[in-house]
């Protein structure tokens, strides 16, 4: 009760100037994912702010979380930069997904220190409206750098780094680990600083990513493990049963 | 016509590091007549301990002992203001060099496109303060007033015949070019200014100082016609620069590049082209020279971004030994289109510098690091993809689900997976000794972590993982 008469004395004073308003008008590319959009401040990937998505395993939907921004960005003739990805964006996936390739720079630079300046550069210049890098090892002092590019070139600036750098200092304005729950396969979004918001999780199911992906994600049930010798009577078997939803 | 002479008075010592008005120690350039060397030139350091033009070798080394001197070198001046002249070519088509150090432009055609002399004047001025040389600029409306203007500091621009007629006339003779045995003549005679020497008879002029001094005379204030010729820019552009000091890494080509980028960027504007590709030659002493080319995707003609390009490129590159000569050379001109100044169109202004940010990249980490993934028409996952150079069109393609990241190479699974789709059969290229006989599943493993992994149909005891599903 005391918040709320907090909340409507303060909304009712014209001279009061806030903070949080600060960031709540800044323009934002929509993640394609309601229940992620409602758990952020800016409703949407943040133009102009650095992005953190520390990933604790691969291959559980890491970048297909980015997907219905790229496609969107990439289909209105903009610019989309992959910097340092740590393996080949396999085209035709992303032509599945939708995305137009020709609007999507694939940039492979030999260490951290070249994407991070690769990735400055882009952020810079403004003609990239979301610049996505790959690093391992980076400081407080690089992602600053990133950070302010990103606010010069009003674009998106998302980095991906390793999960164990979750306890490290960074000066992003949204922070979110990515883990999954093997059992109840379900992609975990733990906002764990964002500029102006609450931290909190969100999860995914995974079947959210089959629109984004242009078809459907892989069956969840499991069948076998390869640890069972398959026999050819065994791989033919799995060549006539249907994929499972 | 209205002429503007450009006086670079410093140009021989502002061709070397010292020429900086910030260089700390005193230095000259000399220059030996006979037996007797006298110092032509001399930095800010050296003219605030009273070292100037014109004092003596022995003098200033008595004030001086730290003094460094460096003997004058004409074919390098004449280089650099040939060089000078190439970048004076952007803002008249009439341009004539006047060695050793004055350029001569004919002004009145460029008023108009530049937005008139004082902008005009700007820009001269700030062009120069970029290439650190110091300019004098005189304008009147004959050649020879224009350079005794810029010569004598006479700033006012003498547009018409009136206000240069009282201009010349405040004059002393002594500004005046002429040889000791005139003036020692006028100065018996009591004349003092050019107003007087001008209201003498010019037969008896003539009578006594020959044709010589009537003529200059005459063509000063427009009497008598004075024709120059325009300079005609060589067909293909290259330019070199000796350095004055070794440069034992590349740090130290800037300042030279600067001026020859300047001469470009001249060159470029006058013939409406822009450079695809230019080579960049570091001579060495005794040793082949160093070759580096950098090319652009569009041809280019901003000054900026073709020295950003090419400082990036140079820092990457490990000198064999000192560079004394650098020369550049513009391979491949192409025809710019002109930014057309569109109020509605955006676009067009931002894919020009999306070229620009990737030849910036391109520049520092190798062409081959930047590429467009494009889908193939292949059934074998790995040639299913291509790295494509930039602009080309997407084709159309459907697949079944596949991985949004693929390995460069198969990876043994060293842990069990759990497979979860049914088998993906790909059989093809036998005839290409690339034959790809592959059963493909989608399994996890126990972390939840997603991939494309496959068996061989020759081989089904291992499991490789092709993809992870990202």
């Known amino acids: ?245 | 016509m209205l002429w503007a002479a450009l006086h670079f008075p410093q140009l021989p010592l502002e061709r070397l590091p010292w020429g900086h008005p910030d260089y700390p120690e005193p230095a000259a350039i000399i220059q030996s007549i006979g037996p007797k060397r006298t110092l032509i030139a001399a930095n800010k350091a050296a003219d605030l301990i009273g070292i100037t033009p014109g004092t003596s070798l022995k003098n200033a080394y008595a004030i001086a002992p730290n003094l460094q001197v460096q003997e004058f070198d004409e074919a390098a001046q004449a280089e650099h203001l040939q060089q000078l002249t190439l970048w004076a070519m952007q803002y008249s088509s009439w341009v004539s060099p006047e060695a050793p150090d004055i350029i001569l432009i004919e002004a009145e055609a460029s008023l108009k496109l530049f937005g008139g002399l004082r902008e005009l004047y700007r820009r001269w001025l700030t062009d120069a303060a970029r290439q650190h040389l110091t300019l004098r600029i005189g304008i009147a409306t004959t050649p020879k007033a224009a350079i005794l203007f810029a010569k004598s500091g006479q700033r006012m621009p003498a547009t018409d015949k009136q206000t240069l007629n009282t201009l010349l006339n405040n004059l002393p003779i002594e500004r005046l070019p002429l040889d000791d045995f005139v003036f020692k003549g006028l100065r018996q005679s009591g004349i003092r200014t050019v107003k007087q020497l001008r209201q003498l008879k010019p037969a008896a002029l003539t009578r006594r100082f020959n044709t010589g001094l009537t003529h200059y005379l005459y063509k000063l204030d427009g009497t008598l016609p004075d024709p120059r010729c325009a300079f005609v820019p060589p067909d293909t552009f290259s330019q070199g620069a000796d350095l004055p000091l070794e440069a034992p890494d590349t740090g130290a080509l800037t300042f030279p590049l600067n001026r020859l980028l300047n001469a470009l960027s001249g060159y470029l504007t006058l013939n409406d082209l822009g450079v695809r590709e230019l080579t960049l030659l570091l001579s060495h002493h005794k040793m082949e020279d160093t070759s580096v080319t950098i090319g652009f995707l569009d041809p280019t003609s901003n000054r900026a971004h073709v020295l950003k390009t090419a400082t990036e490129r140079l820092t990457r590159i490990t000198l064999p030994s000192p560079v004394i000569r650098l020369t550049l050379n513009a391979n491949d001109l192409a025809p710019i289109e002109r930014n057309a100044r569109d109020l509605f169109k955006k676009s067009h202004a931002q894919a020009h510098s999306a070229e620009q940010v990737m030849d910036n990249l391109a520049a520092r980490l190798g062409r081959d690091a930047l590429y467009i993934a494009m889908p193939d028409d292949d059934h074998r996952p790995e040639k299913a993809w291509l790295a494509q150079v930039l602009n080309s069109e997407q084709r159309a393609f459907q697949w079944p689900a596949r991985p949004l990241w693929l390995c460069p190479v198969p990876q043994l699974a060293n842990r069990p997976l759990t497979v979860i789709s049914a088998v993906e059969r790909i059989e093809n290229g036998w005839w290409d000794n690339n034959d790809v006989r592959r059963d493909y599943f989608i399994a996890c493993d126990k972390n939840g972590g997603c991939y494309w992994a496959y068996k061989t149909r020759q081989n089904n005891k291992h499991w490789y993982i092709h993809g992870i599903f990202a």
């Open chain 1, 1 to 245: 009760m005391k918040t709320v008469a907090l909340e409507s004395l303060l909304n009712s004073q014209a001279g009061v100037w806030r903070g949080s308003d600060r960031y709540n008008d800044a323009d934002a590319v929509p993640t394609g994912f309601p229940a992620l959009d409602a758990a952020l401040p800016s409703r949407g990937w943040a133009n102009g702010c650095l992005t953190e998505l520390l990933v604790g395993h691969e291959g559980i939907g890491e970048f297909s979380l980015l997907l219905p921004a790229i496609k969107q960005l990439t289909n209105k003739a903009q610019w989309v930069a992959l910097i340092k990805p740590p393996f080949i964006p396999y085209a035709p996936a992303l032509a599945n997904a939708g995305v137009r390739l020709e609007q999507t720079l694939v940039v492979n630079p030999s260490d951290d220190k070249a994407a991070l300046w690769a990735s400055e550069q882009c952020l810079r210049s403004g003609v990239f409206s979301a610049v996505i890098t790959w690093v391992q090892r980076s400081t407080p002092q690089k992602q600053r750098r990133l950070q302010i590019a990103a606010e010069t070139g009003n674009s998106l600036a998302i980095v991906y780094r390793p999960g164990f750098t979750q306890g490290e200092h960074s000066p992003a304005a949204l922070r979110i680990t990515l883990e999954q729950n093997p059992t109840q396969r379900k992609l975990q979004l733990n906002i764990i600083k964002v500029r102006n918001g609450k931290p909190q999780s969100v999860e995914l199911g995974l079947h959210a990513f089959d629109q984004p992906q242009g078809v459907a994600w892989p069956g969840m049930t499991p069948t076998r493990t390869t640890a069972d010798a398959l026999s050819l009577h065994d791989l033919a078997l799995a060549a006539v049963m249907p994929a499972q939803p």
